[in-house]
């Protein structure tokens, strides 16, 4: 089966300038999730989302980033304004049951 | 923060030599996962053990799971070169989404 889609897979932008992120799951995986990986960290959940709901979000900083899933597949991921500190690996994960897989991430540079 | 810690952060062995890595947490956990990351296969999932199970094995991986200690141990025999990656325990507190650790890199010398 296809594995979970994003991009574009690097970006880089200057500070206080907007991003956005594009995640396709796989086919029928009801919760989608993005984390973020700073450099030598584990993941970090920024939201999770079951079908088009949100469960979680409680560590996104809603000041500056937002998510949507549209219709229950894709998801979109964006930040406005861009911070040097949001220099990081965002992964996009969706999941049937327990196990999560994982896309390959975009890596930002904010500069 | 990141809840627990794998230990230790990083570990070189030989080839054919087994890696223990270890895993703390501090609160109740569903289940705890176990991940690996190379730059070229992203972070793939390995292993998963319940909170009633005590001791799970997949293929040369062996995890054990004491939630009296809330620790959890990773057991690599027979290391590859190939195993050269970074690992992480991840925490399912059953709502599904995943609190990682900060890994550990390990590199498996040929």
């Known amino acids: 089966e296809a594995g979970v889609a994003q991009s574009p897979r690097y970006k880089i932008i200057e500070k206080r300038q907007s991003v956005a992120f594009w995640c396709n799951p796989i086919s029928g995986h009801a919760t989608l999730y993005w984390y973020q990986q700073i450099l030598g960290q584990g993941p970090k959940l920024l939201i999770q989302?079951?079908?088009?709901?949100?469960?979680?979000d409680s560590q996104l900083p809603k000041d500056r980033f937002s998510a949507e899933r549209l219709k229950g597949v894709d998801s979109t991921l964006k930040i406005q304004p861009a911070k040097l500190e949001d220099s990081a690996v965002y992964l996009c994960?969706?999941?049937?049951?327990?196990?999560?897989?994982f896309g390959p991430g975009t890596r930002l540079t904010v500069t | 923060s990141q809840q627990g810690e794998e230990d230790p952060q990083a570990l070189s062995i030989q080839e054919g030599e087994n890696a223990t890595m270890n895993c703390s947490y501090k609160?109740?956990?569903?289940?705890l996962q176990w991940y690996r990351q190379n730059s070229g296969r992203g972070l793939v999932h390995l292993i998963l053990?319940?909170?009633?199970?005590r001791e799970k094995h997949s293929g040369r991986l062996r995890v054990t799971l004491d939630t009296s200690k809330k620790s959890s141990s990773l057991l690599i025999t027979a290391s590859r070169a190939a195993d050269t990656a970074s690992y992480f325990c991840a925490r399912d507190t059953g709502r599904r989404a995943l609190t990682f650790g900060s890994g550990t890199r390990l590199q498996v010398q040929p």
């Open positions: 994960a969706s999941s049937l049951d327990y196990e999560q897989y």
């Open positions: 053990i319940r909170s009633n199970e």
């Open positions: 609160t109740s956990i569903n289940n």
């Open positions: 989302f079951q079908n088009n709901g949100v469960v979680d």
